[in-house]
């Protein structure tokens, strides 16, 4: 905040740090935990280490890999409308607005399209799980 000041810019800036640590972290897990067979395998028939790691990594990494950034997507637009509320704009100081305004019909408009946008946002990646894993 005290780089880039409050607005839009800083609360993208927080999520996306945020998420790309936590993505990093589960990723570099996921890779430790892969079956050594198939890359030995890879290995054996005199591929190079890019080979090994398009045919023997990924593979094994991708539906996890598929599964976090859905996941961390999902939450990130939760969190946008949090963060919005403490500064960073969106639709969240909107709502902020409008309950410290005492706006009732519009608070509850807005939670409604927050409610509604997370469970599509849920069904979508849901689809997408079961469409790639």
């Not at 023997?56 to 976090?68: E, H, K, R, T």
Request: aromatic share 8%; glycine share 10%.
């Amino acid at each position: 905040v005290v780089a880039v000041g409050l607005g839009p810019f800083a609360g993208v800036l927080a999520l996306f740090i945020h998420t790309t640590g936590v993505l990093s972290k589960l990723l570099s897990e996921a890779v430790e935990a892969i079956e050594p067979g198939p890359v030995e395998g890879i290995r054996a028939t005199g591929a190079n280490k890019l080979e090994e790691i398009l045919y023997g990594v990924l593979p094994q990494v991708m539906p996890l890999l598929i599964s976090y950034s859905l996941y961390r997507f999902e939450s990130n637009v939760r969190s946008a409308t949090v963060v919005g509320m403490v500064g960073a704009g969106g639709i969240g100081v909107t709502l902020w607005e409008a309950i410290r305004g005492f706006q009732f019909q519009q608070t509850c408009a807005l939670m409604v399209l927050i409610i509604v946008t997370v469970s599509l946002l849920d069904f979508l990646s849901q689809r997408l799980r079961k469409h790639f894993i």
